[in-house]
T-cell receptor, first 118, second 111 residues
Framework: GAVVSQHPSRVICKSGTSVKIECRSLDFQATTMFWYRQFPKQSLMLMATSNEGSKATYEQGVEKDKFLINHASLTLSTLTVTSAHPEDSSFYIC??????????????FGEGSRLTVL | QKEVEQDPGPLSVPEGAIVSLNCTYSNSAFQYFMWYRQYSRKGPELLMYTYSSGNKEDGRFTAQVDKSSKYISLFIRDSQPSDSATYLCATYSGGYQKVTFGIGTKLQVIP
């Protein structure tokens, strides 16, 4: 089945530094990728929709300058948490839909990246 | 009212039991329905993907959608300890519309 790879799976950083998380669709094209945040015992919270070749669409309440999203190719989207603070510590998960000729519309998730800001 | 309601559990069952997981939704525009399994500290894994009403079976898993009552179910037969995870229901109306998730039901299958 389709695979979405996310890296790194775990990152610890100091407060004030920036962290980049990569999301790759390994065997399909994805014009649209999604970035979620998940707090303990809560469901997935959509942060933004990443669109290949154009600006990301952010959900209400999500700071676009804080969470920079770049979707430079049909298989790669990156999320950069800028000037990270301890309250940014969370589990970040990306997902992608197959937008190729055999598009099934299924939404596949990466393994997630656990960010800890000290 | 949340668009998708799901009992967070936890739900504990003995090994071999039939498990029934359910969600209700409020938006009649939703057409596509998914069930995901999420192990602790991992990303969600797609289990079932269905369109409109009806049943879909895959091995020990059966997904059921009743659009008239806005009710979606996942049945797990012969449950195994390895099925212990959080199960999320999800739905969307189509195209590139936003997917709405339930809060997830934590399932524990006891050997």
């Amino acid at each position: 089945g389709a695979v979405v790879s996310q890296h790194p799976s775990r990152v610890i950083c100091k407060s004030g530094t920036s962290v980049k998380i990569e999301c790759r669709s390994l065997d399909f094209q994805a014009t649209t990728m999604f970035w979620y945040r998940q707090f303990p015992k809560q469901s997935l919270m959509l942060m933004a929709t990443s669109n290949e070749g154009s600006k990301a669409t952010y959900e209400q309440g999500v700071e676009k300058d804080k969470f920079l999203i770049n979707h430079a190719s049909l298989t790669l989207s990156t999320l950069t948490v800028t000037s990270a603070h301890p309250e940014d510590s969370s589990f970040y998960i990306c997902s992608a839909r197959d937008s190729g000729p055999l598009n099934t519309g299924e939404l596949f998730f990466g393994e997630g990246s656990r960010l800890t800001v000290l | 009212q949340k668009e998708v309601e799901q009992d967070p559990g936890p739900l504990s069952v003995p090994e071999g039991a039939i498990v029934s997981l359910n969600c209700t939704y409020s938006n009649s525009a939703f057409q596509y329905f998914m069930w995901y399994r999420q192990y602790s500290r991992k990303g969600p894994e797609l289990l079932m993907y269905t369109y409109s009403s009806g049943n879909k079976e895959d091995g020990r898993f059966t997904a059921q959608v009743d659009k008239s009552s806005k009710y979606i179910s996942l049945f797990i037969r012969d449950s195994q300890p390895s099925d212990s995870a959080t199960y999320l229901c999800a739905t969307y109306s189509g195209g590139y519309q936003k997917v709405t998730f339930g809060i997830g039901t934590k399932l524990q299958v006891i050997p």
